[in-house]
């Protein structure tokens, strides 16, 4: 049964920074792994998928890589803004035809 | 293009009474994903449907039941609510069925069982 699982809970850092946002999980027989931004109350917005089959995927300021035989996925965040204060959950597609979330990482960024 | 859209955006319900959510997928798109997610934790799956079909199904008690139109809209079904059950329910489109494609979410429906 596939575990995803997101370190830390929660990051504050001052605007800015480059961070790094941690991703895990227990199966690596993922088709992708897509990360998603949820601002408070509501709906998820779509950040960037990666296959199976690929190594990293970018979009202007975040860059998410894969490595599926580590088990581990990053989204990398370059000079953060305080717009970017929402939380941050990545996701699992997997070959049970389910996909799995992790809780969340709940990004605050400092003015 | 308008993105998925979900209705209604609030509802209050008691316990035991019956609630439908729905949902409208982004034109083109032919599969449509329901999950529940519960304050403080990521969301949980509960069914996908592709073409009017049963694609997935989450570890979810019967009382939770969904539908596909040949337009493509679903509804989620719930039963004999119970206050657990209150939550957000968020709708996800993609063009075909699978975990391998691209999911986009509507706004979401805040369900709150008394």
């Known amino acids: 049964k596939q575990e995803v699982t997101q370190i830390p809970a929660a990051l504050s850092v001052p605007e800015g920074e480059n961070l790094v946002l941690n991703c895990s999980f227990t199966?690596?027989?993922?088709?992708?792994l897509q990360w998603f931004r949820q601002d408070p109350g509501k709906g998820l917005t779509s950040l960037l998928l990666?296959?199976?089959?690929?190594r990293e995927q970018t979009s202007g300021r975040l860059n998410a890589s894969l490595d599926k035989s580590s088990g581990r996925s990053t989204l990398y965040i370059a000079a953060s803004q305080p717009g970017d204060s929402a939380t941050y959950l990545c996701?699992?597609?997997?070959?049970?035809?389910?996909?799995?979330f992790g809780k969340g990482t709940r990004l605050h960024i400092l003015p | 293009d308008a993105g998925v859209t979900q209705s209604p955006t609030h509802l209050i319900k008691t316990r035991g009474q019956h609630v439908t959510l729905r949902c409208s997928p982004i034109?083109?798109?032919?599969?449509v994903s329901w999950y529940q997610q519960v304050l403080g934790q990521g969301p949980q799956f509960i069914f996908q449907y592709y073409e009017k079909e049963e694609r997935g199904r989450g570890n979810f008690p019967d009382r939770f039941s969904a539908r596909q139109f040949p337009n493509y809209s679903s509804e989620l079904n719930v039963n004999a609510l119970l206050l657990g059950d209150s939550a957000l329910y968020l709708c996800?489109?993609?063009?075909?069925?699978?975990?391998?494609?691209?999911?986009?979410f509507g706004p979401g429906t805040r369900l709150t069982v008394l």
């Open positions: 034109s083109g798109h032919k599969s």
């Open positions: 996701a699992s597609g997997n070959r049970d035809d389910k996909i799995i």
């Open positions: 199966d690596s027989a993922i088709y992708n």
């Open positions: 996800a489109s993609s063009f075909a069925g699978g975990p391998y494609n691209e999911q986009f």
């Open positions: 990666i296959q199976s089959s690929q």
